[in-house]
């Protein structure tokens, strides 16, 4: 049998996988072209990740068949989608720290028995040059940046000769310059003949580095666009099944008044190590300050100070004129805080109730003579469930509900309260576009009402869209405060360490 040497790089057709009940993918059809970036959108459970795992040999389809380059082919596992030429980078990458980037890049994948390393550094140096791909090969992964290392998984995949790429929301934990830099990489590998399937949430990096859009809404797929054909706009109404707006931010509501003050806070990560140093910031009434940085600079521990649920080593709190330093949680709510952690199911009772997980932190103001007055609870859980457009029942089970249905019932117990100060963070991470729209626009409701809010995210738009001020957060400590007009590379830069001048 003989196959056009025009064949697509990959073809999927009518790729159906089910979970129990649930059509992950409903009869897919997927089309990757040879040297083409063509993207996968689609919000949380529409089936692009499952489609591409199955691509990757990690979920296997019950119908539809796969072919590359025009062959059929069944691929049970990675090892068999490396050996047709299919490689993959998760948001969470699959590197062995403590080794160097040459042993990462060779690791599973050497000839024989033998790892001759001096050898094995050369042809990882000549591929690093040959793909453009700048990274030493005798650095220790450690000690590697976030970009960096994202870079280490893509050589690795290319050195097992990999012509096509998976990239998973490849952008969400980079900084500007190295979304840049990935940028351009990926359109020189591409004039030298790799195709990529480009996973994100972010419509306008979709505009910019691809060249196809395939939308899938419920597991099917709803649209097949050239980039070039279509808008940010209308590839998020194929999305959602509906035109989405964004959210409008009001003129600035700032008074005087501040109603956060941290002043040289300390804190220690879990393993005893410096995670804050001398941290002080101001948020007013009626602002939005919002925390940027790269993953894993002091940001969930700022929140958890902050919450109530990690100890100061040093420096003061200040809340609404209340000294909450190292108070807990219930002193900190007291104080007019309202919090909305990162962890959305740690912030609920998995298996009570929606209305009992409503009620859950002022149980208190529901007894009648001494027992619980259920009856108040189930109205109180419906006046909330109306107001925040909550799809459940007072009844359910609350593990039940979507990731956007959940983050709502948290909002509602929160900002029910009319709190002074809001501490919130990564609120949409996991979100999809409806979900994400409602949520931001939420918060700049709180900002008019006049609390002052603190915003910890590593979502760089969502910083940009909603923050009235913006700090940067680098290792534990703030290396600036700037404006949301901000130059996109100056603020990079403060991302990256590097001290404003």
Known sequence: MSFSIASPAVEMRHITKRFGPVIANDSVDFTLERQEIHALL??????????????????????????????????????????????????????????????????????????????????????????????????????????????????????????VLILDEPTAVLTPQEVEQLFEGLRRLQAQGLSVVFISHKLHEVMDITDRVTVLRGGRVVGVVPTAHTTQSELARMMVGRPTYGVSKPDAARREDVLLRLENVCAEDNQGLPALKNVSLNVHAGEILGLAGVSGNGQRELAQVLEGVRSCTGGRVIANGHDITNAGPDKVMAAGVGRIPEDRHESVVAEMTVAQNMALEHLDEFVRNGMLDKRRIREHAEALIEAYQIKARPDDIIRTLSGGNMQKVILARVLERNPAVLVVAQPTRGLDVGATEYVRQKLLEQRQRGAAILLISEDLDEILELSDRIAVIYEGEIMGVVSPDVDIEHLGLLMSGVHQT
């Not at 691929?75 to 993959?88: L, N, Q, T, V």
């Open 42 to 163: 689609g919000e949380n459970g529409a089936g692009k990740t499952t489609l591409m795992r199955i691509l990757y040999g990690l979920y296997h389809a019950d119908d539809g068949e796969i072919r590359i380059k025009g062959e059929p082919v069944t691929i049970h596992s990675p090892k068999d989608a490396i050996a047709r030429g299919i490689g993959m980078v998760t948001q969470h990458f699959a590197l062995a720290a403590p080794l160097s980037v040459t042993e990462n890049v060779i690791l599973g994948y050497t000839e024989g028995f033998r790892l001759g390393l001096p050898d094995a550094r050369l042809r990882v140096a000549e591929a690093a040059q040959r793909f453009g791909i700048l990274v030493d090969p005798e650095a220790l992964v450690k000690d590697l940046s976030v970009g960096q290392r994202q870079r280490v998984e893509i050589l690795k995949a290319l050195y097992r000769n990999a012509d």
